[in-house]
């Protein structure tokens, strides 16, 4: 922001704006660890779950990746990122029945894309929750469950929706009898070779 700001790439009022979302993500962050209680009902629903796919489009996938690894790391569930343009292309084919799609849907230009997913997804059986902003409220016609983060630029989301997967991944893992404190073949520390 501010080499933007330096070399007059960001409009003023945008630069503000930006300021301000970026001083509101602490406060935010407290505020959605009152998610706790909500991850351990989700939790309690799919902890069962052997598969999971989560897809996101542009900055969504990314936080897509780190969910899905999380879950793996912790709960031992197979979990899979996708780019959400990409289901065509094959992974659509392991959507059946009961398999549990988790959908990030916070990127504005991208949402309706997104919201299209959804409806393929749940089209072949799957099991949705969703995880948007909260101004996207009609996003519940279409999940089975929905996870708020709170109003904020789309270039801060994933400083916010990585809070409640965090949450649900260890909450998945607690059901499952997995040690959260010491998970198997996890290193604390990487060696380059």
Known sequence: MYFAKVRNTIDKDY???LTSDLSKIPEFISGMLNLKKY???????????????????????????????????????????YAAGELKHGTISLIENGTLVIAFATQSKLYEKLVSNIKEVKARGASVIALTREENKDIEK????TIYIPNIDDIF????????????????AVLRGCDVDMPRNLAKSVTVE
């Open 157 to 172: 989301t994933a400083a916010l929706d990585v809070v409640p997967m965090q949450l649900f991944a260890y909450q998945m």
């Open 142 to 145: 279409e999940a089975d469950k």
């Open 39 to 81: 991850m351990e009902e989700l939790a309690g629903v799919y902890y069962k779950a052997e598969d999971v796919f989560i897809i996101g489009r542009g900055m969504d996938y990314a936080s897509a990746m780190e969910a899905s690894l999380k879950l793996k790391e912790i709960s031992y569930i197979h979990s899979e990122a």
């Open 15 to 17: 630069f503000l704006k």
